[in-house]
């Protein structure tokens, strides 16, 4: 519960709580706050208990902690019915891009030799196209 705070904090809060309730209360206070504490687990497993109890042995497998969202896809994502782990593990980010980037220069590289050596086939996507076409799509008023 109070995995983050560290020693330092820990020290800071015994300090303000001696200075705000004071050395005599202090004692009965902490009583009386784990035993409250102690109440709202019973009052939450008794709770948990009965949900249980009421769903019927369909459900004796089922944990409060999987409706949590992302406790139920990590479940189902390691539940390997779908392949999704085969998919996942075929799919290989850094591969692919590796692949379309040697393409690339390959392209590259054997356009720049094909220009020096003839003009013939080669294309420059810098040029606009010859014969552009000006003309716009018809005017739907319907559509606006």
Same mark, same amino acid.
């Given at each position: 519960?109070?995995?983050d705070i560290g020693p330092l904090e820990l020290v800071t809060l015994v300090v303000l709580a001696v200075l705000v309730f004071g050395p005599d209360k202090l004692p009965k206070l902490i009583q009386d706050v784990? *035993?409250?504490?102690?109440k709202i687990r019973e009052f939450s497993e008794g709770a948990k208990q009965d949900i249980r109890q009421e769903l019927g042995p369909e459900f004796k497998d089922f944990e409060f902690e999987d409706l949590n969202p992302k406790t139920f896809? *990590?479940?189902q994502l390691?539940?390997?019915d779908l392949g999704l782990k085969e998919i996942r593990n075929g799919f290989d980010l850094k591969k692919e891009m590796a692949e379309v980037t040697d393409a690339v220069h390959s392209r590259d590289?054997?356009?720049s030799a094909s220009s020096s050596g003839s003009s013939g086939g080669s294309i420059d996507m810098t040029k606009k196209p010859e014969n552009p076409r000006d003309e716009r799509p018809p005017f739907d008023a319907d559509a606006t």
């Open positions: 519960m109070f995995n784990t *035993r409250t504490i102690r896809i *990590r479940k390691d539940n390997d590289s054997e356009s």
